[in-house]
């Protein structure tokens, strides 16, 4: 563990190489990482680019000692706060607060954390408190897009219950198919599709009550103890994303397209993103447009100094955002380090210091990430075909996230990827068929 601040001869020399290859103030020496980051994210990155500055990790005193271990593993220092007291946040970080160069946040779940610990760190470049709301808040999301431009967005209402005036309006104003989504839930939970209003009613009501106890979980954060729930018309057409960095002026830089396929399409009844893949087959015309779609969904949230995701679906009428976030989407470090040499990592610390990003965009390969879901709910009972499908060439790494005896669900009911599996190749062919191995070879076995 290394202190915040020492007169060291080592440490001098760290400081130099900081403003030797930041330009920042040479004392500045610490990029603090609010909530929890994936130790496996931070040690690979290390290794590849040996960073000359102190990495601080700000995490909640609520997060298990597992964690916090796995944690300090990594990090020069973990400092632990309570992120419902302003007091304690301002407290934790009041030592070193002003050798931060550079702040930062990986957590889709825990941005909340972020937004708390801005306004306690001035003297750095970040997003503003109300962007990082409009961009994490589906609900707010929605609004703030239509304002700008509708025509980047699909049809939504609001609603807060199930009644059937709801529904009616719901009908009327949207149609069939939709889809549900919970405001301020991360990734696919609760997200459901309805095709007719049996599935609306019982969907709504079902959505409501989990939503009810999300809010009471987390009330310091939901200030209004009534849940808002967005409904959406259900796109029809290919999924796509892309992740980029905005700079304080507004400049935008987007990165390559990656294509998704959800578990929709392999026979889930589920909304989650089953495998994304980059070089995409977008022609350089379609790419433009998706870009400038990219663009105006970013200034309309009034996104600067940070990373951004972003998912889209091309649609008959145009390129339509699906979701906006603020910070590098899942998997995006493998996948364009992978097949173009762009650092997500580097460039995110990088616009954070006002500095310009490093793209290249020059293919090196094919790159495919995999969340493999067991097909029912229940107990893991076996795993077969593990072994064969690390031996496959195309793998890269499988990370196991649920073994044996744990119990598993489908995303939209809170569940989570019993594998991660990245793959790359130089030949489009082969990766393609080493995802097919993995489909046949691995199989989950549940009771």
């Known amino acids: 563990m290394v202190s915040a601040k020492t007169n060291s001869k080592s440490d001098a020399n760290r400081d130099r190489g900081i403003g030797e290859k930041y330009g920042n103030n040479r004392r500045k020496k610490i990029v603090l990482f609010v909530g929890p980051v994936p130790a496996e994210v931070i040690r690979k990155w290390k290794e590849q680019e040996q960073p000359k500055f102190l990495l601080y990790n700000l995490q909640s005193k609520k997060q298990s000692k597992e964690e916090i271990e796995e944690a300090r593993e990594v990090f020069d220092k973990v400092i632990l706060c309570a992120f419902s007291s302003e007091d304690s946040i301002a407290s934790a970080i009041l030592e070193f607060r002003d050798d931060i160069i550079a702040i930062t946040s990986r957590s889709e779940e825990k941005m909340w954390y972020f937004k708390r610990t801005i306004p306690h760190v001035p003297y750095v470049l970040s997003p503003t408190e109300k962007s990082l709301l409009w961009a994490t808040d589906k609900i707010e999301m929605r609004k703030r897009m239509a304002v700008y431009d509708s025509k980047i967005i699909p049809k939504f209402a609001v609603v807060q219950d199930a009644d059937e005036k709801t529904i009616e309006v719901i009908e009327k104003n949207i149609g069939y198919p939709l889809m549900v989504k919970p ?42 103890d009534t849940p808002q729930v967005l409904v959406e018309e259900l796109m029809e057409g290919e999924m796509y994303s892309v992740d980029g960095v905005v700079d304080g002026t507004g400049e935008c830089y987007v990165y390559p397209s990656v294509h998704i396929k959800t578990g929709k399409q392999i026979g889930f009844d589920d909304y989650f993103g089953y495998q994304q893949m980059t070089p995409t087959l977008l022609k350089q015309e379609s790419f433009d447009a998706l870009e400038q779609v990219a663009i105006k969904g970013v200034k309309a949230l009034g996104l600067r100094n940070t990373h951004f995701h972003i998912e889209f679906i091309r649609t008959e009428e145009g390129w339509k955002i699906i979701e906006i976030a603020p910070r590098i989407g899942g998997f995006r470090q493998d996948l364009y380090k992978l097949s173009y040499g762009i650092d997500c990592t580097t460039n995110d610390i990088r616009i954070r210091m006002g500095l310009k990003p490093k793209i290249l965009k020059s293919k090196k390969g094919y790159t495919a990430a995999l969340k493999i879901f067991a097909k029912r709910e229940g107990v893991i009972k076996s795993i077969k075909g593990l072994k064969k499908v690390k031996e496959l060439a195309s793998v ?52």
Do not use: P, W
Not at 407 to 435: P, Q
């Open 183 to 224: 405001s301020g839930l991360s990734a696919s939970m609760l997200v459901t599709n309805c095709y007719h209003r049996d599935e609306l009613e019982k969907t709504l009501s079902a959505v409501f009550k989990r939503a009810n106890i999300f809010h009471r979980l987390y009330k310091e954060f939901y200030k209004d």
């Open 396 to 447: 890269v790494s499988v990370t196991q996230k649920q073994t044996n005896g744990d119990k598993v669900l489908f995303a939209k009911n809170g569940g989570r990827a019993v594998f991660v599996i990245i793959l790359h190749n130089k030949d489009r062919s082969e990766l393609l068929a080493d995802i097919r191995r993995v489909e046949q070879e691995l199989e989950i076995v549940v009771e």
